[in-house]
């Protein structure tokens, strides 16, 4: 049998050449990018070796000598007066070593060099040409010579100024910068996308390219588009600044938004600093980045540098360890939710991913997994993001198995049913018997206690039946509610919580408290010293803040931000537990389904023995016990009727300028059931649908008792609420507090109407600074921030009312 015959150095080239120019159309052209970013690097990075060894293969089609391919046939072409040029990579500390003395090297430097150090945006480049201050033209990088016009689509985006600043600006101005979507806006885009059963995006960048590429720009308009200046390419009528940072502050003063990351940086060290504090900082940052991007400051120098054929020699990408990465699912598993949703989780080849070796990752739920295509046994794109749990975002199609082949392995080799999972063997992958078997169906009964699983109408998720006998919402349920940021009750780990729920001590959170310390102390791993502690920590928890009992409680779609917005509105836990739906949909960020939710879990009398049991053993929510003054000024007449309208009440035809009308006009519903056709400031009609449709479903008396409730409410409330009194305010946390908790301390804030922020910038009011306070502490100094020490943070926070 011969060996395969080795490609030959021209063939290889070939390939790798033909290979990630077709990956860069897919990425650039058609905004459908086939791999992760770190394997087109890869194969980038082999090609340059070995074109490196044989240069007199190098052709002017290599993707080593160009940056992208052709623009869009749905825009005009644009050519840049200067190129749109890449950048080289460092992957690691060594290799941003060789950079800095390169640089010194051929600028014939012995001492440190100034760099500009910015995060290098996961978004799009693009040119905005201004001339006499106005803006004239937008387009995009295209292959680096020619790019596409998209002047309607920038003169949406609100961070790029229609004109500078400034009563002299230059005759000509080039600025070059990127166009980013952050993360909540992308997040309430791909919520509007779903509810209009619209496509949705896989990640900011790809949303962001999109929106940029809208033929329409009333579509464009719509996007939460962002645009980060960070460099010029032109300049007439000025004189140039004679450094890259003069520059970035020249287009501050001109109008233009400066990523406030961005740091000059003396010498080598100073930026391996940067990136470890960057990267440490990642996923706080509201916005994608993959990498630091580091230029040399002084422009004289830049021009020394000049350039390669692809890229500067005064800059340089540093990237991140890669968040997307290829591998093999191997099979599908479901996982049984404290709710009852069953999620499939891909079970998959080992594979370094961001540093960590992942071998399972979600795949949200079934109509994903149909909608990526994704079978058993195909090639599937990961992604993970510093804590985020990985997940399968794309296929390759490239490298799955194609049913049509020919099957290669033993036929005899069964499917195996284990448990109410299939297992399909590796050698059935390529059958196309076996390709209907390769994709992932649902399971018919759940997995732990054998259950029906159903789907309802409008439902993505399946969900078990089980309710209160299935053991994985029991156990989830106890351990949501024991976790950090519920309840947080020290030392009881998971395996505890399965461990007393096995012995038959819990049931329900409610149980927790009334465990004894000679009860569990014989328990696996266990002890009396560590029995004695759990009890501690179970009796410290009782009393907790009001948000953090109801996140604990597990309500369906409830996170700490609904939470928290419940405990400010409401004031208290009882009025929680008997407040009607209307009022519910009256709360920030509370929509239909939400509240309906909310007002679902008071109702269930299980939910309601729980909770009166743990109010018996002493758990105490703490609350102000005053309703917010704002949410109490909603909850008007015709704020009622809007709401009754979404619910259901018979009010078509009446818009909701005549309910608030009539609202403001008859202000009881009492006035307004019993209101004359001559008096009404609607029209007679309306007015007699009103009517009608008060007579219908008990929408009278349920209009009568959000009224009572919002009333009593009103008289709860204090005239004058210091919850505001930090309004538009920015504070900052840094070090060991010991009086109280990072989250507490954030959540204090918060009740204030404050904005807790990651990093100090000259928009910080105050920084709070404990015990081994770090670099924040120093760039408060340096900025003139205001800095409190805990001691004066805790007398501050008691006047205005907020006592530990």
């Known amino acids: 049998m011969t060996s395969p015959k080795t490609p030959s150095p021209a063939e290889q080239i070939k390939q790798l050449r033909d290979q990630l120019n077709d990956w860069s159309y897919r990425y650039y052209v058609l905004d459908d990018p086939a791999v992760p970013d770190p394997e087109y690097d890869r194969l980038f990075r082999q090609l340059q070796v070995l074109e490196s060894e044989r240069p007199d293969l190098i052709s002017p089609d290599s993707p080593t000598q160009r940056v992208g391919d052709v623009p869009l046939d749905g825009f005009n072409e644009v050519r840049h007066a200067v190129p749109m040029l890449s950048l080289g990579n460092a992957f690691n500390d060594e290799e941003l070593r060789d950079f800095d003395q390169r640089v010194r090297e051929r600028l014939d430097v012995s001492g440190s060099i100034d760099y500009v ?15 006499n201050g106005e803006l004239v033209r937008g387009a995009t990088r295209g292959d680096g010579e020619t790019g596409e016009d998209i002047t309607a689509n920038v003169r949406t985006i609100k961070s790029i100024p229609l004109r500078l600043r400034g009563d002299k600006p230059p005759a000509l101005m080039e600025v070059r910068g990127e166009v980013v979507m952050t993360h909540h ?56 600044p004679d450094r890259h940072s003069a520059i970035l502050e020249r287009l501050r003063q001109w109008g233009l938004r400066v990523n406030p990351e961005v740091k000059l940086c003396d010498g080598v060290d100073a930026l391996l600093a940067f990136y470890q504090d960057i990267l440490a900082r990642r996923d706080q940052l509201d916005y994608d980045i993959d990498g630091v991007v580091y230029k040399v400051d002084r422009l004289d120098w830049q021009r020394d540098l000049g350039f390669v054929s692809r890229a500067p020699r005064w800059a340089i990408a540093h990237k991140f360890p890669a968040q997307e990465e290829i591998t093999v699912l191997n099979e599908v598993d479901w996982q049984v939710g404290r709710t009852g949703a069953l999620t499939p989780v891909a079970k998959l080849e080992p594979v370094q991913v961001g540093g960590v070796t992942v071998s399972n990752a979600t795949l949200h739920n079934l109509d994903e997994i149909r909608r990526l295509g994704i079978r058993i046994g195909d090639s599937v794109i990961i992604y993970r993001a510093g804590d985020v749990i990985p997940k399968v975002v794309g296929k390759v199609q490239e490298r799955s198995p194609a049913d049509p082949q020919v099957f290669k392995g033993g036929e005899s080799a069964a499917i195996r049913q284990v448990g109410p999972f299939v297992r399909i063997p590796r050698e059935c992958w390529l059958s196309p018997r076996y390709a209907d078997q390769r994709a992932p169906q649902a399971p018919r ?12 109408r409008g439902e993505v998720a399946y969900r078990c039946t089980g309710g209160l006998i299935c053991g994985a919402q029991q156990r989830e349920a106890i351990k949501h509610f024991a976790s950090r ?47 004695a502690n759990l009890i501690e920590a179970l009796a410290h928890s009782r009393t907790v803040s009001l948000e953090r009992f109801l996140f604990a409680l597990g309500i369906l779609q409830i996170g700490e931000e609904t939470a928290k917005a419940l405990a400010d509105c409401f004031g208290d836990l009882e009025t929680i537990r008997r407040a009607p739906l209307l009022l519910f949909l009256a709360v920030p960020d509370v929509g239909l389904e939400v509240a309906k939710a909310i007002h679902a879990f008071f109702r269930e009398q299980h939910n309601e023995d729980v909770i009166d049991g743990l109010l018996a053993e002493g758990v105490q929510p703490r609350a102000n016990g005053h309703p917010s003054a704002a949410f109490v000024r909603e909850l008007t007449l015709g704020y009622f009727l809007k709401a009754a309208k979404r619910l259901g009440m018979a009010l078509d035809g009446v818009g909701e300028k005549s309910l608030e009308t009539l609202g403001g006009h008859y202000k009881t519903v009492a006035a307004l059931a019993e209101a004359d056709a001559d008096d009404a400031p609607v029209r007679p009609a309306m007015l007699e649908q009103v009517h009608k449709a008060l007579g219908q479903d008990d929408w009278r008396q349920r209009l009568e ?7 009593e409410l009103s008289e709860k409330a204090p005239r004058e609420t210091a919850e505001q009194a930090l309004e538009g305010q920015t504070w900052v946390l840094t070090g060991t507090l010991s009086r109280l908790t990072r989250d507490q301390a954030k959540a204090h ?5 404050a904005k807790v922020a990651g990093s100090v910038s000259k928009k910080t009011h105050c920084v709070v600074a404990g015990e081994a306070a770090g670099s924040k502490l120093s760039d408060a100094e340096k900025l003139e921030v205001e800095v409190m020490d805990e001691d004066t943070f805790v007398d501050f926070l008691a006047g205005h009312g907020i006592t530990l």
């Not at 150090?117 to 001339?131: H, I, Q, R």
């Not at 464009?220 to 588009?225: K, M, S, V």
């Open 117 to 131: 150090a910015e995060p290098k945006l996961d978004g799009l480049a693009v040119s905005l040409v201004y001339e």
């Open 185 to 240: 806006g992308f997040a309430e885009l791909n919520r509007r996308q779903a509810e209009a059963e619209q496509k949705t995006f896989a990640n900011p960048r790809n949303a962001a390219a999109g929106s940029l590429r809208q033929l329409d720009s009333r579509i464009t308009a719509q996007r939460p588009l962002e645009f980060y200046a960070y460099s010029l390419a032109q300049l007439e009528g000025e004189n140039w």
């Open 445 to 456: 009964h759940c997995p732990v206690c054998d259950s029906q699983v159903i789907r309802k």
């Open 485 to 531: 940021r519920a309840m947080d009750i020290e030392g009881l780990s998971i395996k505890r919580v399965d461990l007393l729920v096995d012995q038959g001590l819990v049931s329900n959170v409610a149980d927790l408290y009334r465990l004894k310390a000679e009860d569990i102390a014989d328990l696996e791993r266990m002890g009396e010293k560590s029995a």
């Open 705 to 711: 008792q959000a009224e009572a409730l919002a009333s």
């Open 749 to 753: 804030l918060q009740s204030l109407g």
